[in-house]
């Protein structure tokens, strides 16, 4: 090939390589730049929607932790003779067992933490579709502790119980809330007293 001709096209050659590599240069910064936004849109996000059910979780618990204190110590052999839940005993209550008052206050909130668990069900569930394995299934066993705190108040059960059932709501709440953190790369771990008595 002559000199004269190759001469524009290596100045060609390199034009275009130069313009391939700025280009090129600029679509990977502008790529890391979007990456970066979405992960913090995504944090955010993620921050909030932990926040809420932690929220939630929260004042569910200090409910069904004050209901707890209708609940005795006594050891009977049937917590509610002829009913298997606060839900089937008459209005009047259980001579002995449980007034009138105690009976609708217990009621009153049962039905309002059923509801309240259902909406938490239903935010836990959003949660974990976007949220990492660990994280979706922390959020999961929580939730489940704390029907097993309401659980504990339908059935009448031991106050004793009832704490021991609020004592694993606590223990959940900080293994979800030390999740959370972890995914986010937050340092430093969440610790609740877990001695409600």
């Not at 913090?40 to 929220?55: F, N, T, V, Y």
């Not at 938490?120 to 660990?134: H, K, P």
């Amino acid at each position: 090939m002559d000199t004269p001709l190759l001469v524009p096209l290596v100045g060609v050659g390199g034009t275009l390589l130069g313009s391939g590599v700025g280009y090129f240069s600029s679509w990977l910064l502008e790529a890391k730049r979007h990456a970066r936004e979405r992960a913090d849109r995504w944090d955010s996000g993620q921050k909030e929607a932990a926040g809420q059910i932690l929220a939630a979780v929260l004042k569910l618990e200090r409910e069904a932790w004050s209901a707890a204190s209708f609940l005795d110590r006594e050891i009977r052999e049937t917590r509610l003779p002829g009913y298997t839940s606060l839900a089937l005993v008459p209005v009047e209550g259980i001579p002995g067992v449980i007034d009138e008052d105690a009976l609708s206050i217990l009621s009153d909130v049962l039905a309002d933490g059923f509801e309240g668990l259902e909406a938490l069900e239903v935010s836990v569930e959003t949660f974990a579709i976007v949220a990492s394995s660990e994280v979706g299934t922390e959020a999961r066993a929580l939730v489940s502790s704390l029907w097993d705190v309401y659980g504990c108040l339908e059935m009448f059960t031991t106050f004793d119980d009832a704490a021991d059932s609020v004592e694993q709501v606590r223990a959940a709440r900080d293994r979800f809330a030390n999740e959370v953190r972890k995914s986010l790369g937050v340092q430093g771990h969440v610790v609740s007293d877990h001695r409600p008595r």
